[in-house]
C-alpha cells in the first residue's frame, strides 16, 4: 500500500493559465475523489468517480474544471483560465467499492495551487 | 442541503486535561469520519462511526455517534502534545444509499501545550 499520490505538490500559475493536476489512487481502490481545501476551511467535494465513470460533480463547480479517469486508474484535475480564487490545496482522496461505507477515504498529500 | 458544524474551531489545552469536541450535521445520517490534519499535511483517517451509538476509542481518543441528535463527539483524555492538530468530522450525505460525498466540518485546531 504505497498511498495516494499526487504531483506536483506545488504549483504556481499566473491568473489565466491552464494547469493540471494528476492522481494516482492506491491500486485496488475503484473509487476515486477530488477535495479543494482552503486555509481554515474544511475540504470541499468537487467531483468523484468509480472505476472510470463520473457519478457526481459538485454544483460549485464551473465549467472551467474538468476531471478525467480514463482508464480507471489514474485521474487528471484540469482548470482553465486560471483565476486568484482558485488559489487552494486540491486534494485526491481514493477508498475501495469492496469495503463500502465502512472504508474511509484515504487522501494524498495534496497540490498547492496559487495564481498570482 | 447537509450542513455540518463543529465546536470549537479553537481549542487550547494543557496537557493532562480533558476535553470533548463537537460535530453537528443537519440532515439525517448514519455514516460519520473524524480525521486528523497536521499543519502541511494530509488527512489521516481516525474514526468511522455507522450506527447509532457507535463508540470508537484509539489511545486518547473516544469517538461517538448520536444519529437521533444528529450530533458526534470527540473525546480527548488526559490530553499530550502529540495530540495537537486540527480534526475535522465529516458526514456521508448519501443516507441509507452506497457510500457518497463526505462534507466536512471547519476543523477544531487543537493546540496542547505543557
Known amino acids: 500500500d504505497t498511498g495516494v499520490s499526487q504531483d506536483p505538490r506545488h504549483k504556481i500559475t499566473k491568473r489565466g493559465q491552464n494547469v493540471t493536476f494528476r492522481c494516482d489512487p492506491i491500486s485496488e481502490h475503484n473509487r476515486l475523489y477530488w477535495y479543494r481545501q482552503t486555509l481554515g476551511q474544511g475540504p470541499e467535494f468537487l467531483t468523484y468517480f468509480q472505476n472510470e465513470a463520473q457519478l457526481e460533480k459538485s454544483r460549485l463547480l464551473s465549467d472551467r474544471f474538468s476531471a478525467e479517469r480514463p482508464k480507471g486508474s489514474f485521474s487528471t484535475l484540469e482548470i482553465q483560465r486560471t483565476e486568484q480564487g482558485d488559489s487552494a490545496m486540491y486534494l485526491c482522496a481514493s477508498s475501495p467499492l469492496a469495503g463500502g461505507y465502512n472504508s474511509p477515504l484515504h487522501f494524498g498529500n495534496g497540490t498547492r495551487l496559487t495564481v498570482t | 442541503e447537509l450542513k455540518v458544524e463543529q465546536n470549537p474551531l479553537f481549542l487550547s489545552m494543557q496537557e493532562g486535561k480533558n476535553y470533548t469536541i463537537y460535530c453537528n450535521y443537519s440532515?439525517?445520517?448514519?455514516?460519520l469520519y473524524w480525521y486528523r490534519q497536521d499543519p502541511g499535511k494530509s488527512l489521516e483517517s481516525l474514526f468511522v462511526l455507522l450506527s447509532n451509538g457507535a463508540v470508537k476509542q484509539e489511545g486518547r481518543l473516544m469517538a461517538s455517534l448520536d444519529t437521533k441528535a444528529r450530533l458526534s463527539t470527540l473525546h480527548i483524555t488526559a490530553a499530550v502534545h502529540d495530540l495537537s492538530a486540527t480534526y475535522f468530522c465529516a458526514v456521508d450525505e448519501n443516507y441509507g444509499g452506497s457510500q457518497g460525498n463526505l462534507i466536512f466540518g471547519k476543523g477544531t485546531k487543537l493546540s496542547v501545550k505543557p
Open positions: 440532515t439525517t445520517s448514519d455514516r
